[in-house]
Every structure is written in C-alpha cells, then in structure tokens.
C-alpha cells in the first residue's frame, strides 16, 4: 500500500481531501524532498497524530514514574523523541531520524514500541537521578526533560533496548516492523 492509502485507511481523513492537500501544497517550500513534498508532510502531520493519540491511550499503562505522569504535556512529546530514538537505534543510525512515510509497519505495532519508548525515558531518568545523588547535587526532573542530558539518556536507552530485541520473545519481528532504507534516515537537527 502506498503512504497517501496508508494514511487515507488509517485515519478519518476523506481520500478527496488527502488529494486536494497533496495537489494544492506549495511543493517549492520542500523541493529538497523530491517532489513528494506535500505527501511527506501530510506523512509527518499524520504520524505525530497518530503517535501522539496512541500516547494518549496507552498512558496509563506506560511504566512511568509519579514525576514523569506529572508532566504528562511535556512528557509526552519526549515519548515521541524515544520512538523516533529507538527506529533510529534499530536501523543503527543513532544520529539520525526515520522518515514518516517508511513508518508504516512501526505503526501498526506501536502498543508494543510505546512502553519500550516510555522505558527509554524512565531509565534516562532514573539514571540522572542517580548520577546527582551520588555527586551531592540537587535533582530537578523539570529541568533535566528540557535539557540535552535527557536527549542523551534517552538516545543511550534507545540503544540499549535496540541491542536486546533479538533475544526478546518477539523481538525480532519488531525489529524488522522498525526498520526502514538508508535513505529514509535522514540527520537530526539539534541546537545547544
């Protein structure tokens, strides 16, 4: 199935809407994209959506701790960090960031990536905790979300997941639900 059907099957969007957005999309903004622009940024659009609904869901399921459940808003965008960290990890390309369109398959299986992702979170957190305790310094989980040590934890969890699916029952078909073609990874902007 193409991304445009994908998305049209998936959501409860009208198909004559999904054409009139990808025909009417002033793809000179995203030339850099090959042409598919304004289907790339509907792929976009619509995986946060997704992502971000399947959070949403499953929140009270994630295995987060009573700080993280706290800043449930903030939270849940550093959940979409993990997800986008893990398919990263999975495609050994750490630096790098998938793609929506090569999601699909990612996405029909996101009740099993959501609580690896909410585990990515909770471990770089638990491990910052630990880190200030052991150095006599004062922890803020607040501070620590918005801060590039919680990025760092969160990437370094990633990996550390990524590299037990194999021997995990069902990981390997998770694994390959994650992947994705080299050239659907693309670099990951970052600002200090």
Do not use: H
Not at 147 to 153: E, H, I, K, P, R
């Amino acid at each position: 199935m193409d991304l445009k059907g994908f998305i049209v099957e998936s959501s409860e969007l009208d198909p004559v809407d999904v054409a009139q957005f990808v025909a009417g999309f002033n793809g000179q903004i995203l030339a850099d994209w090959d042409g598919e622009g304004p289907l790339k940024l509907l792929a976009l659009l619509f995986v946060a959506r997704w992502t971000m609904n399947a959070i949403e869901e499953a929140w009270d399921n994630l295995s987060l701790n009573e700080v993280l459940k706290a800043g449930r808003t903030y939270v849940k965008f550093q959940i979409l960090f993990s997800v986008s960290a893990l398919i990263a990890q999975v495609n050994k390309q750490p630096s790098k960031v998938v793609q929506p369109n090569a999601t699909p398959k990612a996405l029909e299986v996101s009740a099993l990536i959501l609580p690896l992702a909410a585990n990515c979170l909770e471990q770089a957190l638990q491990t910052a905790n630990t880190q200030a305790l052991t150095s006599n310094k004062i922890f803020s989980p607040q501070n620590w979300l918005k801060s590039l040590a919680c990025v760092n934890g969160q990437l370094l969890g990633a990996g550390m997941i990524a590299g037990m699916l194999p021997n995990m029952a069902g990981g390997k078909d998770l694994l390959e639900r994650m992947k994705a073609p080299a050239t659907a990874l693309f670099d990951r902007w970052s600002a200090d």
